[in-house]
C-alpha cells in the first residue's frame, strides 16, 4: 500500500477548532520531548506539554503555542487535543511580558508548594508565548530555546 504523503493536522482546545490543514510535517511539544511526524509515521498517543509547535508546507513554517492534552498521531493524520493552542499572530505580546513579570515575582516570593506550581505554571505559559511570537516574521529556524516544561 501506498505511503500518504501529507498529513491533515487538525488542532483543537475545549472552545473551538483552531486550525485543519494538509502539511507536510509537524513539531510537536510532547511531554517526553519535542518529536516529528512526517506522512506515514507508525500510529501513536502522546501527551503534551507547554511548548511551541510548528508545522511545514512547503519551506514554509507556522508556529503555534501549545498547553498540554495530547497528540494522536496516525500515518495520514495528527489530532491535537490542547488545553490552549494560540497562533503566533494571535499573542498579544505585551500581556505575555506582563504576565511573565508577574509570574517572576510570584516565583521569588512563593508561599508553598501550591503557589509555587501555580506561578511555575504562569511561567511556563508566558514564555511559551514569548518564543512563539517571536517567530513571526523570522525565516526558516531549527534551533532556539526548546524546553520550556521543567523550567523553574
Ligand atoms: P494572563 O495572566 O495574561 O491573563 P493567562 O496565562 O492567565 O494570561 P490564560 O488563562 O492562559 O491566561 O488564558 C485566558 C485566555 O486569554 C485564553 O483565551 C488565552 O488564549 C488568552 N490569552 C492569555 N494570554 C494571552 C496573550 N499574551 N495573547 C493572546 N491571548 C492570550
Known amino acids: 500500500m501506498a505511503l500518504p504523503t501529507s498529513l491533515e493536522l487538525q488542532i ?56 498540554f492534552g495530547f497528540a494522536e498521531v496516525l500515518p495520514d493524520r495528527v489530532t491535537i487535543l490542547a488545553r490552549l493552542a494560540e497562533r503566533a499572530e494571535d499573542i498579544d505580546v505585551e500581556r505575555a511580558e506582563a504576565a511573565r513579570r508577574r509570574a517572576e515575582e510570584r516565583l521569588a516570593h512563593a508561599k508553598g508548594d501550591v503557589d509555587y506550581e501555580r506561578a511555575r505554571l504562569a511561567l511556563m505559559k508566558s514564555m511559551t508565548r514569548l518564543q512563539v511570537s517571536s517567530r513571526i516574521g523570522v525565516g526558516p529556524r531549527t534551533g532556539g530555546m526548546k524546553r520550556l516544561r521543567n523550567q523553574s
Open 12 to 67: 483543537v482546545t475545549p472552545d473551538r477548532l483552531i486550525l485543519q490543514e494538509q502539511v507536510d510535517e509537524v513539531e510537536i511539544p510532547g511531554s517526553e520531548g519535542y518529536f516529528g511526524v512526517l506522512p506515514g509515521h507508525t500510529p501513536m498517543l502522546a501527551s503534551l506539554a507547554a511548548g511551541e509547535l510548528w508545522y511545514r508546507k512547503g519551506q514554509e513554517r507556522t508556529y503555534l503555542a501549545i498547553v
